[in-house]
Structure formats: structure tokens, C-alpha cells
């Protein structure tokens, strides 16, 4: 699989998320909640180590960035 295909595809995934986290009042889904939820499946170590447990929270930080500022980071989505 191409790069440009990885992307557009995480680009898409990041998009749905986006939306989802627009009507967090009624979904209870916030920025952070999604983070939490797909920052551990999206990030995944190769091993898990008492290190890569501890790194969780910043893999959920870089999920709510992404969602946050999808606009920004990724073009070939278009809303």
C-alpha cells in the first residue's frame, strides 16, 4: 500500500472522528474521549513495555492534535 493511500485513509478516519467529537454534548464523545479510545489502537508499540504503558497518554495527545487540527494537517479530505 502507498504512503499517499496510508494517509488519505487515516485523513478519512481522523475527518469521522472530527464530526463524531462536533456533537460531543449529545454522544458524550469529546476530542479527549476519542483520544483516549483510538490513541492506544492507532499508536500501537511493537512491544509493550512498562515504557510503552506509560507513553499512552501522550499517543492519545497526538489522536486529539490530529483531531483538533485535521484541516490543517491533512488535504486530501475534503469535509
Known sequence: MRVQSVECILASSIAH???VSEY????LMSVSNIGVCFGP?????EE???AAIMD?????LVIEILIENYE???D???S
Open 17 to 19: 472522528v472530527f464530526r
Open 24 to 27: 460531543s454534548k449529545k454522544n
Open 41 to 45: 489502537t492507532l499508536m500501537r508499540p
Open 48 to 50: 509493550e513495555t512498562v
Open 56 to 60: 499512552i497518554k501522550f499517543c492519545n
Open 72 to 74: 490543517k494537517v491533512f
Open 76 to 78: 486530501c479530505v475534503s
